[in-house]
Nanobody, 123 residues
Framework: QVQLVESGGGSVQAGGSLRLSCVAS????????MGWFRQAPGKEREEVAA???????RYADSVKGRFTISRNTAQNTLYLQMDSLKPEDAAMYYC?????????????????WGQGTQVTVSS
């Protein structure tokens, strides 16, 4: 079965950076849409960034210009580079992979999810 394993979370001060990684097993990174989501306590899960099979990306307005989603198909890994972190970025971050959507306009339904990695940002 498909397995997504996130890493790279941690505790940083505001203004700092983290890079999250998501290693996929039994799933080919780059074949379909993949994304990063986050959920803070008491809040709904939200999409942070997505990338489609041809490399097009989109970002939540709250992270534009600060976060970058990318992938390394040779390492079968998805990344999220997070710079200029703010306290409001603190959340559990999840990697997600689609089972059939290839293009950004259709990157909405994700079939596979990782267990998450915690990001804490102190002011």
């Amino acid at each position: 079965q498909v397995q997504l394993v996130e890493s790279g979370g941690g505790s940083v001060q505001a203004g700092g950076s983290l890079r999250l990684s998501c290693v996929a097993s039994r799933y080919t990174v780059g074949s379909y849409c993949m994304g990063w989501f986050r959920q803070a306590p008491g809040k709904e899960r939200e999409e942070v960034a997505a990338i489609d099979s041809v490399g097009k990306t989109r970002y939540a307005d709250s992270v534009k210009g600060r976060f970058t989603i990318s992938r390394n198909t040779a390492q079968n890994t998805l990344y999220l580079q997070m710079d200029s972190l703010k306290p409001e970025d603190a959340a559990m971050y999840y990697c997600a992979a689609a089972g059939g959507s290839r293009y950004l306009a259709f990157c909405q339904n994700y079939s596979y999810w990782g267990q998450g990695t915690q990001v804490t940002v102190s002011s």
